[in-house]
């Protein structure tokens, strides 16, 4: 090895070590030190990008922004955001999705439109969305406050305090700037790689296989870790029960198993998660904690009240006949108001019924113009699901 390259190496070295210290700084919540180099703007433009090849991969899978279950996990997670002051959600818009199905549009069964997502949000609206996949028990979020929900957790999460879990941990991946962090972390990454294999002389190949061991997933493995652990304190100041978090990693620990994945799921060292058994021991851990930020929170047992009404009202939606069918049939023409004004033949059994304090708007119903043969046909090839998730609302534990 020539001098040179070694005087080189210990000049580049000396200057990236002080450039790394210069931007370490801690997270707040848990007093870990990080590197990070990367601008909002930066994080902006890159999450961005990854949202357009997100949508354009599981566009066609996304459940319509009205859908039942959409509505419910938006209520979940702006339980949890509006109590920590984080702003609030809304659905995301599929709008623009490429080969988007059919669905449940605003104005009845829409065709879509150009853009994605909704183009008027700001730093204080937060979009979810759901992936009717039931094969896949994931969720993840996105720079720029998008959350992104497969139907195939639901089983998991099992309850609105199991979702909870689920979204918090999420929520709590972007409260702390997770992505950022994982986007500064790979210069960190090159300029190690290159100073091994410039100076050192090591093979490139052998480098990236030990900084991804003994650098990358460890990194990886403490930001679960610290979303776990964040999450259950907004989950907690949300008024749902921690106690319950360690369930969902209990069942996602007998889904694993199911798969005979148990074994693989086990070996933290070559996994960007901890293991769930580990999971479960440190969120039992962290419970005593969760628990005085939920009595601090003087969660109204009335919260509990209204979001059980929120539940059975959704599963009422779903199991109801179509608003829109006619009492009357078209032959005998439009009815009389008492008024002596013409009224609709169709009746609105939703228009009268008062809204729930606090809760989103219902759903509305289809078209007048829509029968229900019309309308169940294409709903069908849309979301051939709806009875599953019917059961599954009805018979989950509310919070």
Not at 75 to 94: C, E, F, Q
Not at 125 to 133: L, Q, S
Not at 232 to 256: G, I, K, S
Request: negative net charge.
């Amino acid at each position: 090895m020539s001098d040179w390259r070694v005087q080189l190496g210990l000049v580049a070295g000396a200057g990236g070590g002080v450039y790394y210290v210069s931007h370490l700084e801690e997270v707040p919540q848990t007093g870990r030190y990080r590197f990070m180099d990367l601008s909002p703007e930066a994080e902006a433009e890159y999450a961005a990008e990854s949202f357009r090849e997100i949508m354009n991969e599981v566009g066609p899978k996304l459940l319509p922004s009205n859908h039942p279950i959409v509505r419910y996990c938006q209520a979940i997670a702006a339980r949890i955001v509006s109590s920590a002051g984080l702003g609030h959600v809304v659905p995301g818009s599929t709008h623009g999705v490429q080969k988007r199905r059919r669905g449940w549009g605003l104005s009845g069964l829409d065709e879509g439109e150009t853009g994605f997502g909704n183009q008027m949000t700001d730093e204080s609206t937060w979009e979810i969305f759901v992936i009717n996949d039931p094969d896949t028990p994931n969720a993840f979020v996105l720079s720029g406050k998008k959350i992104f929900v497969f139907t195939g957790i639901l089983p998991i999460a099992g309850d609105d305090a199991g979702l909870a879990t689920i979204l918090g941990h999420e929520i709590a991946h972007q409260v702390v700037r997770h992505g950022a962090e994982r986007l500064s972390q790979v210069k960190v990454l090159m300029a190690l790689g290159y100073f091994f294999d410039f100076v050192m002389g090591v093979d490139i190949g052998i480098t990236r296989i030990g900084l991804n061991l003994f650098l990358t997933l460890p990194n990886s493995r403490a930001q679960e870790s610290e979303a776990d652990r964040i999450g259950l304190r907004l989950m907690a100041q949300a008024c749902f029960d921690p106690r319950e978090a360690p369930q969902v990693w209990v069942r996602m620990t007998e889904m694993e198993n199911k798969k005979r994945l148990g074994w693989l799921g086990a070996i933290d060292f070559i996994s960007t998660h901890p293991s769930s058994s580990k999971r479960i021991k440190k969120l039992e851990a962290w419970t005593a904690e969760a628990l005085d930020v939920r009595a601090a929170s003087s969660c109204p047992d009335e919260l509990s009240n209204r979001f059980e009404a929120f539940k059975d009202d959704v599963a009422n939606r779903l199991s109801e006949p179509f608003a829109g069918t006619p009492t009357r049939s078209p032959s005998q023409g439009i009815e009389p108001m008492e008024d002596g004004r013409p009224q609709d033949s169709f009746r609105d059994p939703y228009a009268e019924r008062s809204r729930i304090p606090g809760m989103l708007p219902p759903p509305r119903p289809l078209p007048q113009r829509e029968t229900l043969e019309d309308r169940t046909k294409p709903l069908n090839e849309v979301d051939p699901v709806d009875e599953q998730w019917l059961k599954w609302l009805r018979g989950r534990k509310s919070s």
